[in-house]
């Protein structure tokens, strides 16, 4: 079946340093990729829908210059925590729908396994 | 405003016996509605999907209803395996575009932590 990989699994970084996050898709193509932040013990939230070439759309209160999305190719989307703080802690999820399966609304998508980010 | 609740942080149930989790939505443009189960430093993974136009899907051990008129749907797992050990997301889409979390991405619940006893 389709499968993302989401990279680094787990990062601690230093407070005002920025952090990547890849997500791939490993073998199908996604012009649209989704990016989620999960709390301890609350929903995943959307952040932004990466796409393909163009520009990201960030879901309200996610600051565009704080979250930077790249989605350079069909298979890959990177989001980079900027000048990370303590507060930026959280588990970061990336989704994808298998295009080549259809792309509407109610194909399921498919989720790395996450990114633990911890802030000093 | 949580637009998909999942009341029950935590089930536990006992090996064999039926396990139903609960999922109540608010926002009426929602028209599909997805199961999603989680294990620990995993991502998500798709169990189950039912649209409004119909009330129940199966799929072996695993049923979904779904009440429009009441907004709730639930997520019945019969008979439950110590393998379905996990937390459990209730998530909703929507066909329009535009619509938070709908087909731009997923609007999840907080999820049900399920514990199944041997």
């Known amino acids: 079946g389709a499968v993302v990989s989401q990279h680094p699994s787990w990062v601690i970084c230093k407070s005002g340093t920025s952090v990547k996050i890849e997500c791939r898709s490993l073998?199908?193509?996604?012009?649209?990729m989704f990016w989620y932040r999960q709390f301890p013990k609350q929903s995943l939230m959307l952040m932004a829908t990466s796409n393909e070439g163009s520009k990201a759309t960030y879901e309200q209160g996610v600051e565009k210059d704080k979250f930077l999305i790249n989605h350079a190719s069909l298979t890959l989307s990177t989001l980079t925590v900027t000048s990370a703080h303590p507060e930026d802690s959280s588990f970061y999820i990336c989704s994808a729908r298998d295009e080549g399966a259809g792309s509407s609304y109610n194909s399921p998508l498919h989720f790395g396994n996450g990114t633990r980010l911890t802030v000093t | 405003d949580q637009q998909v609740k999942q009341n029950s942080p935590s089930l536990s149930v006992q090996e064999g016996r039926i396990s139903i989790l609960n999922c109540d939505y608010t926002n009426s443009m929602f028209d599909y509605f997805l199961w999603y189960k989680k294990y620990p430093a995993e991502g998500p993974t798709f169990l189950i999907s039912i649209s409004s136009i119909k009330d129940k899907n199966e799929d072996g051990r695993f049923t979904v209803f779904l009440n429009k008129s009441a907004k709730h749907l639930s997520l019945h797992i019969v008979p439950s395996q110590p393998g379905d050990s996990a937390v459990y997301f209730c998530a909703a889409s929507a066909s329009l575009i535009g619509v938070r979390g709908g087909a731009d991405g997923l609007t999840f619940g907080k999820g049900t932590h399920l514990i199944i006893q041997p």
């Open positions: 073998d199908f193509q996604a012009t649209t």
